[in-house]
């Protein structure tokens, strides 16, 4: 099935989507899209669907109704074009670091022959030389986290989804952990997709900021973040454009309440 | 029922305590006592037990009641074999008791079960029974027998026969099961042969279920088989009972050794029918098992003799340890037979 | 997955659950032994105190002391017994009925829980089956063996029976219990059926089907020295404890239940199987 109204640019489309779970509606009729190369943030109050648009973008999470589209093909299953990071890392506890990273390239047949090399390229661009051999037991929820990471950019997907990957974390290593993601997104150009309850963490990593509302979730407002990277958080452009978000999220809400 | 009529129903026992009331007392018999007898499961060499309570035997009033006492069967009782006896022995449920004397040895010494040997039952009543294909005891061996038990007698006496024989035990498997099942056992296949007591070899050879491939006269002539022991707590606290009960079973084993020398009496009938009753096998089976069993309750000589002989016989066997004499208290054998043998309750019975 | 009974105290190499460590504080090191050694062997020590007491205070042959077990134990170990065995071929006999009941029981519970756990229809078919043979003790089955199998087949259909459910249950919880994030995750990354199972359900189930396994190898344990006391015959260690309990010697009784247990704890041992973490 080819969608032949696709812009080039857009890569990932969200048509009308709406989702149910018995009787509940956890989505309602939404649409957005996000092009090639594209750093989007989705935030929104909990329990708007953030994670629920994210596994529906994966293909894990059926639509009541809409679709999602990605690069004119209609998802209707995981693939792996679409790589997805877990809040809760979902690490293979019985795999090493290296052979959770493979996991993906032998899943698609690839040889260790031909794995090894990206496998340690990728290792090495999350800073994990030196943990190849260890398990996940072994290591602390940034480190996992990273593994993660390179787990879902292993195979090299055109989209990574990122389901609040840093919300587990303390605040150090989550301040870490984004300055290197946008490190690695450098480095690859994929286009990433991050649901993230931080309106902080949205406004440092983001292109666009997508608010949704509370349940069932609907496009609240899609803001471009202009600010030239790396951003200093306390800057006053970036708390303009915080409170902006968080005046969008909760109209009442003091923003100082934030985390 | 053989077990309905071993066990008087209050009824029964009321009648008799009556009666016992009523009657001019034998000799001085104060209170009457009950005594716990136990004794084997459908064993014809226990059938001295079953006459002493029978009152057409006794002439009108069992030799039991003549003698003032009342029996009932000991918890459990009757017993798969002589060594569940001792057990019970050892538990407290039994005052006196008929078994073989190797379980009555084995587990004195063993486990220092407190009994002692008052009286004999009977000699020899044991055969070697075997299945179709079995006919020189080289035969047996990769085959499985079956005893009632590993401290019976019939284990003993395949223990000997093997040794006689020159076979290795340990290539016989030998199960153990109670003899009224046996027969069965043999003609599935499930065994290819038993050592167990009569009636059930001649049962099993008249039924054409197999032949004897020795008897307990064979493997040892005139051997010793079951005794009369009793609780040595009971005999020191009832002496006056255990001489009573004594009287009875000497009365009764008088009496089953004249009708066996009449046959075709009324009593050699009746003691055919109590027989058949008791082991729930027909008249001409039990008839047949008496041919192979010698009825007798004296001590003599020769008692302490087989005593003995089991004794050094049960050492070598490996089923009592040598150390275990000295452990209850023995010098040798000779002393062990001399305390566990204790002649005085038969030396001073009265007559009737 | 907790310590139990009969897996060591510290096997885990992982840092024991802090409401231990005030007891253990408590327990002084002696000889610079770990502090677990010096609670184990203070309970070893004390179990023999115990049992020494209450045989002097019994004076029963029926229950004989440490020593005369220890010396019986010797003489089980060295001397034949008066059917002519030695322990090691009592030890021999009842392994090698439990080899091919327990092997027969992991071979067919293996797969067909993993299938039940993977195909929903199979496991609601299979459940009333389990549901009603399970609580049966394997141990009614002896007549029933005896009769339709013989010997060895019956001591053979029994140990099937004892380590078949331990291990078909863990197995099925095992392929139940693997966390569907575990599988998103693999699905996300392209893995496809075959896949799937062989790399996420497998090890994901591995712990489950370990334990099973070793719970399954106890069971199997207890009831061939059960099954060969009840009737299931030819020479094993039940055959000689019932020997033994049938001539009085119960210092050997007691020799051969020490023998079984140590038997029991070595083979459920034996069966070591790397242990899957949990996940985060």
Partial sequence: MTDSSVSPASELRVVNLTVGFNGLQVLEDLSLSVRRGEFVAIVGPTGCGKTTLLRAMAGLTRPTAGEVWMNGTRVTEPGPERGLVFQEFALFPWLTVRQNVAFGLEARGVKESAWSEPVARHLQMVGLQGFEDYRPRQLSGGMKQRVAIA???????????????????????????????????????????????????????????????????????????????????????????????MELIQPSADPAGEM | MTRG?????????????????????????????????????????????????????????????????????AGGAPYPNGGVEMDHFAAGDVDVGLLGAPPAITKHLNAAVNTRIIAQVNALGSALVVGPGIETPQDLLGKTVAVPGHAAIQFFLLLTFAQEKGLDIGEITVVDMPPPDMRVKLESGEIAGFVAWEPW????????????????????????????????????????????????????????????????????????????????????????AFANITFRSALDAEFGDSIRSYAVKLIEFGLIPPEKLTERGYSSVEDFADAYIDPSFLEGLATP | MKATWGIPLRSEGEAAPARRTGIRRLVPRILGLPSDVVIVLASTLVFFLLWQLTARILDNPYLPGPAQVGSALVEALTRPDFIGFTMGEHILSSLSRIVYGYV???????????????????ETFLAPWVEMTRPIPPLAWIPFAIVFFGTPLDAVFIVFLASFFPVFLNTLSGVKSVEPLLLDAARTLGARKTFLFTRVILPGAFGHISTGLRLGLGYAWMSIVAAEILGVKGGGLGIYLWTMHEVGRFDSVFAGMVIVGVLGLLLTRGISFWRVQETT
């Fill in chain 1, 151 to 245: 787990r879902a950019l292993a195979t090299q997907p055109a989209v990574v989804l990122m389901d609040e990957p840093f919300g587990s974390l303390d605040s150090q290593s989550r301040c870490e952990m984004q300055s290197e993601l946008l490190r690695v997104w450098e480095q690859t150009r994929s286009t990433i997709v991050f649901v993230t309850h931080s309106v902080e963490e949205a406004v440092f990593l983001a292109d666009r900021v997508i608010v949704l509302s509370a349940r069932p979730g609907r496009l609240v407002a899609d803001l471009t973040v202009r600010l030239p990277r790396i951003r200093v958080r306390t800057g006053q452009e970036f708390n303009a454009v915080r409170a902006k978000v």
């Fill in chain 2, 5 to 73: 009529r071993l066990r008087p129903s209050l009824e029964f026992v009321l009648v008799l305590l009556l009666i016992a009331a009523c009657a001019p007392a034998p000799a001085a018999s104060p209170e009457p006592v009950t005594v716990r007898v136990g004794y084997l499961l459908a064993d014809l060499h226990h059938i001295p037990y079953v006459v002493a309570q029978d009152a057409q035997a006794g002439g009108g009033t069992s030799f039991f009641e003549q003698y003032g006492v009342i029996v009932q069967d």
């Fill in chain 2, 201 to 288: 070899a001649a049962d099993a050879v008249i039924g054409g279920a197999g032949t004897v491939l020795a008897t307990s006269a064979d493997i040892w002539p005139d051997h010793l088989d079951c005794v009369v022991a009793v609780d040595q707590t009971f005999a020191s606290s009832q002496p006056d009972t255990v001489r009573r009960f004594l009287q009875a079973h000497v009365a009764a084993t008088q009496w089953i050794q004249d009708a066996l020398s009449q046959p075709g009496s009324d009593n050699y009938n009746h003691l055919l029918e109590l027989s058949a009753e008791f082991t729930q096998r027909p008249t001409e089976v039990v008839e047949a």
């Fill in chain 3, 104 to 122: 027969l029981a992991a071979a067919v519970a293996i797969p067909l829980g993993l299938l039940a756990g993977w195909v929903r229809p199979l």
